[in-house]
């Protein structure tokens, strides 16, 4: 059974960069990164598979790089020009299928998730 983990949060200025951290076990097909500020939705921020391809929201391209070490199965969120819109409980998350039934950055694919951790971006 899949296990994941998240580290790395903390408060940031504006500006500023932080990276978190993942540590899963078990069979991980797709990992993502998702965030939920208070009062919205739950956000897809990127994701990855096994074979290294990626998806970003169109909100943090160019700012955020997502990564995985597959041999650990640890993923990892580099967070650069971190924006106050940034702020929210960032949650690891894994699929253990290899099938592919929605969009990589839909919650619906993922089964297994982390206990979140807090990103708080000042101006």
């Known amino acids: 059974q899949v296990q994941v983990v998240e580290s790395g949060g903390g408060s940031v200025q504006a500006g500023g960069s932080l990276t978190l951290s993942c540590d899963a076990s078990?069979?991980?097909?797709?990992m993502a990164w998702f965030r939920q500020a208070p009062g919205k939705e739950r956000e897809g921020v990127a994701c990855i598979d096994t074979r290294g391809i990626t998806r970003y929201a169109e909100s943090v391209k160019g700012r955020f790089t997502i990564s995985k070490d597959n041999a650990k199965n640890t993923l990892f969120l580099q967070m650069n020009d971190l924006k106050p819109e940034d702020t929210a409980t960032y949650y690891c998350?894994?699929?253990?299928?290899?099938?592919?039934?929605?969009?990589?950055?839909?919650?619906?694919?993922?089964?297994?998730w982390g206990q979140g951790t807090q990103v708080t971006v000042s101006s």
């Open positions: 998350a894994a699929r253990s299928r290899w099938d592919m039934a929605w969009p990589g950055l839909d919650a619906r694919n993922y089964m297994h």
């Open positions: 078990g069979f991980t097909y797709r």
